[in-house]
């Protein structure tokens, strides 16, 4: 398939629902090879893909595309490099790592988060990106012509909110160490930008989603009033993943509706 990541090989990481099935389904579209990461191949339940009967890997076969599936739990490091080489064996190379897997924590003021819950959020963002920027890092060194990381962040990393200060904490180490990476290893051509997403319908946020109070706050109190959706986060991880964004390198690009401008109140 010829497009704008044609010839390119690509992981991204919980990729069987949500942000991460609608990515790989977007970079197979445009020519890349994709490997699935995730716990499970069938998407989670609850969520609004339009093709939930089939896996992310059917789905990209089905329009002609290239993809595999390799289970893996991001917590885990020797599945995270296993990850790593079932693509290179797969593929002969990588060239773009997506760490799009995590999971969110929310719903209580600070003093009411158990520890587990904090542990959580920071195991699966923290721990799960750190493994992947570091295997991914280690596969573009040893290619010895660049690479590019994109890590799925969260507006959640550029501002505090209320009632999700475990989430927010590990979303703010997320970006740091997106700009970490950025800074040490962009001399050797290996970009790494973050994305920032404000909510959008995915599995993770159906019951907000479904809550109609919760819906009318959100979509009434910012600028563009509508949640997100996954072509929106799609449309920009396939731009940072082509040689259009060449130049664009330890960024943290918010997709957000105008949510971190203000509260809407005109």
């Not at 699935?36 to 339940?45: C, F, N, W, Y």
């Not at 570091?134 to 507006?155: C, P, R, Y």
Request: hydrophobic fraction near 40%.
């Amino acid at each position: 398939m010829a497009g704008r990541l044609a010839g390119k090989v690509a992981i991204i990481t919980g990729a069987s629902s949500g942000f991460g099935r609608g990515c790989a389904v977007a970079f197979a579209r445009e020519g890349a090879k994709v490997v699935v990461g995730d716990l499970q191949e069938a998407p989670s339940s609850g969520g609004f893909e339009a093709d939930a009967g089939h896996t992310t890997v059917e789905e990209i076969r089905a329009a002609g595309g290239e993809a595999i599936f390799q289970p893996c739990d991001v917590t885990n490091r020797p599945e995270v490099d296993a990850l790593v080489k079932k693509a290179v064996e797969a593929y002969g190379r990588l060239d773009i790592m997506f760490n799009n897997a995590g999971i969110y924590r929310g719903g209580k003021l600070f003093h009411e988060f158990t520890e587990e819950e904090l542990e959580a959020c920071w195991t699966v963002n923290v721990k799960g990106t750190w493994h992947g920027c570091q295997e991914a890092v280690k596969q573009f060194m040893a290619q010895g012509d660049g690479g590019n990381v994109i890590n799925l962040v969260s507006t959640a990393g550029l501002q505090g909110h209320p009632r999700q200060s475990v989430y927010n904490i590990s979303k703010g180490a997320q970006a740091n160490l997106t700009r970490c990476l950025a800074i040490e290893y962009g001399h050797l051509g290996i970009r790494v930008n973050g994305i920032c997403p404000t909510y959008a319908k995915t599995a993770l946020t159906r019951a907000l989603f479904d809550d109609k109070d919760f819906d009318s706050f959100f979509t009434e109190s910012i600028p563009l009033r509508r949640w997100g959706e996954v072509e929106d986060i799609a449309n920009l991880a396939i731009f940072l993943a082509s040689d259009e964004s060449s130049y664009i390198h330890g960024d943290l690009i918010r997709v957000d509706g105008g949510e971190t401008l203000c509260r809407y109140s005109v």
